[in-house]
């Protein structure tokens, strides 16, 4: 069972375009919220977190949205760049199992 | 070192073969993941090492996986009689003390393809 509800599975946006990456989940144990960012033949690596007593939390270009009461969260990315055609992940952590959940990911790509 | 490290960064192997594959996490991180990912699939929890606790080995799809790491350094993955379905890039992360999830740094992965 999917933890992690990602979608959609694939974006295409024209640059200077918002990209919107939504992500859904069940479990209120969870705490930590991270998007992961993930580029052809490397790892994911890290780009903004939040946690849930906040609503939203900007770096950037990059705003993740939270809504508590929806279990629901959102990766929007201002001004896309073609720079920014990568993969997407969020996830979610339960504390007391020290470990992430993730999302299947979305396919971002950025067109000039 | 500066980063995860991972090795070898391609296999390819015949079907019914054995594989190991290796994790060198960043110096002192004391948390060590290893995760599967499949084409257009995201990221399968595999097994989790934290210090000298055992292993959360919940996410080994079956008996033909396993891992170890020698107190908080070198992690090996083997893949027994590896089949097709097997074929999956292998992720490991390592986090700091007491992070519990928090902070991961990935390595950019062992692309394994079974024939």
Not at chain 1, 64 to 78: G, T, V
Not at chain 2, 7 to 21: A, H, I, M, Q, R
Not at chain 2, 83 to 97: F, G, H, I, K, T
Request: hydrophobic share 30%; net charge positive.
């Amino acid at each position: 069972q999917q933890q992690v509800k990602q979608s959609p599975q694939s974006l295409i946006v024209q640059k200077g375009g918002i990209s919107i990456i939504n992500c859904a989940y069940e479990n209120t144990a969870f705490d930590y919220f991270p998007w992961y960012q993930q580029f052809p033949g490397k790892g994911p690596a890290l780009l903004i977190a939040i946690r849930p007593d906040v609503s939203e939390k900007k770096e950037g270009r990059f705003t993740i949205s939270f809504n508590k009461s929806a279990k629901q969260f959102s990766l929007h990315i201002m001004d896309s760049q073609p720079g920014d055609s990568a993969t997407y992940f969020c996830a979610a952590r339960v504390p007391t199992l020290g470990r992430l959940y993730f999302g299947r990911g979305t396919q971002l790509t950025v067109w000039p | 070192g500066a980063g995860v490290s991972q090795s070898p960064s391609n296999k390819v192997t015949e079907k019914g073969k054995d594989v190991e594959l290796r994790c060198d996490p960043i110096s002192g991180h004391t948390a060590l993941y290893w995760y599967r990912q499949r084409l257009g699939q995201g990221l399968e929890f595999l097994i989790y090492f934290q210090g000298n606790s055992a292993p959360d080995k919940s996410g080994l799809p079956s008996d033909r996986f396993s891992a170890e790491r020698t107190g908080e350094s070198v992690s090996t993955l083997t893949i027994q009689r590896t089949q097709q379905e097997d074929s999956a890039v292998y992720l490991c992360a390592s986090s700091p003390p007491g992070s519990l999830g928090y902070g991961y740094t990935f390595g950019s992965g062992t692309r394994l393809t079974v024939v």
